[in-house]
C-alpha cells in the first residue's frame, strides 16, 4: 500500500515512511492511494476473529490491509502487546453497552487516561518503539496540551527506548485531577514542562522551536498530532468492533454519533465505511465550536478567530479548525488535488473559508458519503447528562454527553445508533456535579492521585528556555 499527499505530492511511500513524519512536505495530509475494501465473506471472517480471538488479532487484520513494511508476525505482537484487557479493562476492549431503545454507547475511554485518545495512542508508543530501533534513531517529541492529547502521549510513550516526550503545559490551568495524571509519571524519558502563560503560550513555544530547522534536525524534534495517519488507521478498528457487538449478521446496517473536534475520530468513520463497513450514517457532534456542523448544514467551512473559539464544557472539542478535515474533503471532491489545494491551502489562508456549495457535486457527495451533523450546547450537556443518569443510572461525561443530544436527533428506526464514549466523566468532574449533584465514580487505580509526588519544571515562556532544557536531556 502505497500513501500520498491531498495536495498532489505523489512521491511513493509506505508506512513506516509517513508513520514519523507529520504534514506531507507540500503541507497535505496522508492517505493511503485507495481504501482496500472488505467483502461480505471478509466482513464474515473479520467478524468471528473479533468475537473468537478478540480485539487485538482483529486490529491485526485491519492494519495489515494497510501496512506492508512491518513483518506479519511483527505487527501481530505489536497488536497483541498493544490492546490487553489489563491495559484497557475488559476482554472486550471497546464493549458496548444499550443506552435506551435504538442508541448504544461505545466505551473507548478504559485506557490509561480514560480518554479515547489511548485507542490510537498507546499503538502509536509501540509502533514509535519499534521503528525507531528498526532504524537505530531517536525520537525527541515536543508537544503543547490543555488536558487530554498530552496525557495520551505520555502514557503511550512512557519507558519506551528510543523516544522521549516534551510536554508544555499552561501552568495552573489544567484540572487538578489532569496535573495529577501527567505530573506523577516518574519515568526518565518524560518531562512536564508548565510554562507561565496560557495554551497559546505553550504552542508558539513548540511552533517558534518546530520552525528552527537546524534545531529540530539536531534534536531529531517530532510531534504525535492528530494529523498522523497511524493514529487515525488505529481508530478504524473499533468501528468494526461496534458493528459487530451491535449486529448479528452483515445485512444490518449501524450508524455512529461521534463527538468531534479536529475530526479525526469520524474520519476514521468515513475510512471503515469507504472500506464497505455498512454503515447508514455518520453523525458528526460538535459543541458551541460548531465549524463541522455549519460545513455539513451549509457547505461552507469557516475557520475561526482564536477570539471567536469559545471554552466550552466540552473542552477536547474546543477547535477552531479542524485538522484532519482535508482528509475528508479531499475524497469528497473525486480525490481532486489541486482542487483541494485551492481550497485549504489557498482560499483558507487568503479569506478564511471556502464554500463547496459553488462545487456541483456537493450536496450528492455528502449525501453519498453518508454525513449529517448537529451541535450542542452547555445548557444541551447538562440536561443530557441530568437526563442519562436519573433515567438510566448511567453517568456520562460532557463530551458524550453532546454525542447523546445528537444522536437522539437523528436516529432511524430499525438502524442501532452508536454513540462513541470518548471520555470517562471523571475527568470532567465539575460539570457532572452541575448536572446531578453528585461526583462521579473514580476508576480504583485512580484514587488518590492528587497526593502523589509530581515530577515537573516551571519556565517562563521563553523559546531559548525550552531550547536548553531539550538540549540539556537529550544525552
Ligand atoms: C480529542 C477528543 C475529542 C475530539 O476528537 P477529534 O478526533 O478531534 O474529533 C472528543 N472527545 C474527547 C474526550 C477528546 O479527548
Redesign the pocket.
Known amino acids: 500500500m502505497l500513501y500520498l499527499s491531498t495536495r498532489g505530492d505523489q512521491t511513493p511511500k509506505h508506512f513506516c515512511d509517513i508513520l514519523l513524519e507529520g504534514l506531507a512536505p507540500d503541507g497535505g495530509l496522508y492517505l493511503p492511494a485507495h481504501y482496500p475494501t472488505v467483502d461480505d465473506a471478509t466482513l464474515s471472517r473479520l467478524r468471528s476473529v473479533y468475537q473468537n480471538q478478540g480485539y487485538a488479532e482483529l486490529a491485526f487484520e485491519v492494519l495489515s490491509l494497510y501496512i506492508d513494511d512491518i513483518p506479519a508476525a511483527d505487527l501481530k505482537a505489536l497488536c497483541r502487546k498493544t490492546y490487553t484487557a489489563e491495559v484497557f479493562g475488559t476482554p472486550e476492549i471497546v464493549p458496548l453497552r444499550s443506552l435506551e431503545d435504538g442508541i448504544w454507547l461505545e466505551a473507548l475511554?478504559n485506557g490509561p487516561t480514560l480518554?479515547?485518545?489511548d485507542m490510537a495512542m498507546q499503538l502509536l508508543g509501540n509502533l514509535f518503539e519499534y521503528e525507531l530501533a528498526r532504524r537505530g534513531e531517536e525520537l525527541n517529541i515536543l508537544g503543547a496540551t490543555s488536558g487530554?492529547?498530552g496525557s495520551a502521549a505520555e502514557y503511550a510513550m512512557r519507558g519506551k527506548k528510543g523516544v522521549r516526550v516534551f510536554m508544555t503545559s499552561p501552568a495552573g490551568r489544567m484540572s487538578p485531577f489532569q496535573q495529577a495524571q501527567m505530573f506523577s509519571l516518574m519515568d526518565d524519558n518524560i518531562f512536564n514542562i508548565a510554562v507561565d502563560g496560557v495554551f497559546d503560550d505553550c504552542q508558539d513555544m513548540v511552533k517558534a522551536v518546530s520552525n528552527d530547522l537546524d534545531f529540530k534536525r539536531k534534536y531529531r524534534i517530532g510531534t504525535v498530532n492528530?494529523i498522523n495517519w497511524a493514529r487515525l488507521l488505529a481508530q478504524v478498528v473499533y468501528y468494526f468492533a461496534g458493528y459487530f457487538q451491535a449486529t448479528q449478521d452483515n445485512s444490518e446496517k449501524v450508524s455512529f454519533t461521534?463527538?468531534?473536534?479536529?475530526?479525526?475520530?469520524?474520519?476514521a468513520g468515513h475510512v471503515a465505511r469507504m472500506m464497505g463497513l455498512p454503515v447508514a450514517r455518520l453523525v458528526v457532534a460538535t459543541n458551541e465550536n460548531d465549524v463541522l456542523d455549519e460545513f455539513f448544514k451549509t457547505g461552507v467551512y469557516r475557520v475561526r478567530s482564536s477570539a471567536d473559539t469559545h471554552e466550552t464544557s466540552?473542552p477536547?472539542?474546543d477547535?477552531s479548525k479542524?485538522s484532519?478535515f482535508e482528509r475528508f474533503v479531499f475524497d469528497l471532491l473525486g480525490r481532486d488535488a489541486a482542487l483541494t489545494k485551492s481550497y485549504f491551502g489557498d482560499a483558507l489562508g487568503r479569506v478564511g473559508f471556502f464554500d463547496l456549495e459553488a462545487h456541483p457535486t456537493f450536496s450528492q457527495a455528502a449525501r453519498r458519503y453518508g454525513f449529517d451533523s448537529g451541535k450542542s450546547t452547555h445548557a444541551d450537556r447538562l440536561a443530557t447528562i441530568k437526563d442519562t443518569w436519573e433515567h438510566h443510572g448511567m453517568m456520562i461525561?460532557t463530551?458524550t454527553a453532546d454525542g447523546v443530544k445528537v444522536a437522539r436527533e437523528h436516529v432511524q428506526a430499525g438502524v442501532p445508533m452508536i454513540v462513541l464514549e470518548?471520555?470517562l466523566p471523571i475527568?470532567f468532574a465539575e460539570t457532572i456535579v452541575e448536572a446531578t449533584g453528585r461526583e462521579p465514580d473514580r476508576p480504583a487505580k485512580f484514587i488518590g492521585i492528587e497526593a502523589l509526588p509530581k515530577r515537573v519544571v516551571t519556565m517562563s515562556a521563553d523559546v531559548q528556555a525550552i531550547k536548553s532544557f531539550i538540549a540539556g536531556h537529550c544525552v
Open positions: 475511554s480518554a479515547f485518545k487530554d492529547t492528530s461521534v463527538p468531534s473536534g479536529n475530526f479525526g475520530n469520524v474520519c466540552s477536547s472539542m477547535i479542524a484532519n461525561d463530551h470518548t471520555a475527568k
